[in-house]
């Protein structure tokens, strides 16, 4: 669909024109002194938009990793939803890079618009992700990445 079918003639007039510059989702470093690295993450979190994010060592490794969920359901139904992700686990190397670790190596399934993660040590199950969800109950999750 063009603007032209999405927006009528006034709509358009009194819409304001904004510019973006990248639609990814990005790792934004400080590297000090006013300069910043941004870095696309992997293509695993591109598939919707992520709202739920927790840095944190899943593969006991000693290095950051980052669990993701995401997706919206807000749009109108002429433009869909954005709900292509089941949650996400980058496994982070030392270099500062991630890599996308595969939904069967994770463990992590997550349906609905995950809005937080949270980690939780339960004394059954050790270490647990809670992901808190608009419109759906609390998932708790217990990834098996190593």
């Known amino acids: ?58 593969t006991a490794d000693g290095t950051t990793d980052l669990i993701m969920g995401g997706n919206f359901h807000g749009l109108p139904a002429r433009l869909g939803r954005m709900a292509a992700s089941y949650g996400t686990v980058l496994e982070g190397t030392d270099r500062g890079t991630f890599t996308a670790v595969p939904s069967r190596k994770s463990g992590l399934l997550v349906h609905d618009q995950v ?22 109950p609390l998932q708790i999750v217990a990834p098996t990445a190593r």
């Open 1 to 58: 669909a063009t603007i032209n079918d999405l927006l009528n003639a006034e709509q358009r007039r009194r819409a304001t024109v904004q510019t973006a510059h990248t639609f990814s989702s990005v790792l934004v470093e400080n590297q000090g002194d006013g300069a910043f690295d941004m870095r696309p993450l992997p293509q695993r979190a591109q598939f919707a938009p992520m709202f739920g994010l927790l840095a944190e060592d899943v």
């Open 115 to 136: 809005r937080d993660v949270a980690a939780l040590r339960t004394a059954q199950h050790g270490r647990v992700f809670i992901f808190a969800k608009n419109d759906a």
